[in-house]
C-alpha cells in the first residue's frame, strides 16, 4: 500500500494532509524519513508521524480490485486466492464479505468486522450490488423487462427479486441486484436466454470501486465508506 494512502487511512488526517505531512518529512519508515508518498509499506514496516507510531487500526475494512483468475476464498493450496495479495499480517485478521466468482473483476471488501460483513451479505439486509455485464447476444426489451421484474433461476422455485437495469449497449449493461445468490447473474442472464461474456463489480451499497486502484491493489476504506455501509 501507498504510504499516504496508509497514513491517511489510519490517522486524522486527509490524503491531501497526509501528503503533505510526508512531503514536510514528518512521517518516518523503520526508524527513517521518508519525503515519498508513493513509497509503498508492507504489514512489517512500523511508520511514525510525529515519533508517534502509526497503527493499524483495530478493525480492518479493506476494498481491493479483484482481478480475474484469482478465486475468494480463504485458502486454497492449489489456486491464487484474493487473500495472498494482501500483506501476510492483513491476510491473516481479515475475510471476504461477498464473494466473486474466479472469472469477474471488480470491488471485494474485506474485513475483520463480522458483524459489518454480515450487513453486507446477509439475504435480509437487502445490501444493492451493481455488476457491469458484458454479454453474448443483444439484451431484447422483453428479457431487459424480466429482470426488471425477476426471473426464475434454473433449480429454484422463487424468482429474484427485481432488478435495476441500465443499458449502455446492445450487448453491455449495469444491472444492481439486491441479493446474492451463487453465480446470480450469470444464472439470471441465462434465464433470459443469453450468456455472461465477462462481469464487473462496481459498488457495493454506497461505495464504489476506487479508479486508483488497479487490478490486484487494495487500499482501507475510510471511515465515511465503513460507516455508510452499516446502513
Ligand atoms: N454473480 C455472478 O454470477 N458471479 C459473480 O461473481 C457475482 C455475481
Redesign the pocket.
Given at each position: 500500500m501507498r504510504l499516504d494512502q496508509f497514513v491517511a487511512n489510519s490517522t486524522t488526517l486527509s490524503r491531501k494532509d497526509a501528503k503533505r505531512a510526508i512531503a514536510a518529512g514528518r512521517v518516518r519508515i523503520n526508524d527513517k524519513p521518508c519525503k515519498q508518498a508513493r513509497q509503498h509499506i508492507s504489514a512489517h514496516d512500523s511508520v511514525q508521524l510525529d515519533h508517534q507510531p502509526v497503527a493499524i487500526p483495530e478493525e480492518l475494512y479493506l476494498m481491493m480490485h479483484k482481478p480475474a483468475g484469482v478465486i475468494s476464498a480463504t485458502t486454497d493450496s492449489n489456486q491464487a486466492t484474493a487473500l495472498d495479495l494482501l500483506p501476510g499480517e492483513l491476510a491473516a485478521q481479515v475475510h471476504i464479505a461477498g464473494r466473486?466468482?474466479k472469472d469477474?473483476t471488480g470491488l471485494l471488501l474485506l474485513t475483520s468486522d463480522g458483524q459489518w460483513s454480515h450487513q453486507i451479505t446477509s439475504p435480509r439486509r437487502d445490501c444493492p450490488k451493481t455488476?457491469r455485464v458484458s454479454l453474448a447476444e443483444p439484451l431484447g426489451e422483453s428479457a431487459r423487462k424480466q429482470l426488471e421484474e425477476g426471473v426464475l433461476l434454473k433449480g429454484e422455485d422463487t424468482p429474484t427479486k427485481p432488478a435495476c437495469v441500465v443499458q449502455h449497449a446492445d450487448t453491455l449493461l449495469d444491472l444492481t441486484i439486491h441479493e446474492g445468490r451463487y453465480?446470480?447473474?450469470?444464472?439470471m442472464l441465462a434465464a433470459v436466454g443469453n450468456r455472461?461474456t465477462a462481469?464487473h463489480?462496481q459498488q457495493i451499497g454506497p461505495v464504489t470501486l476506487d479508479d486508483d486502484l488497479a487490478p490486484g491493489e487494495f487500499r482501507f476504506l475510510t471511515d465515511d465508506e465503513v460507516q455508510a455501509l452499516k446502513g
Open positions: 466473486l466468482d469477474t455488476y453465480h446470480q447473474v450469470k444464472r455472461v462481469l463489480r
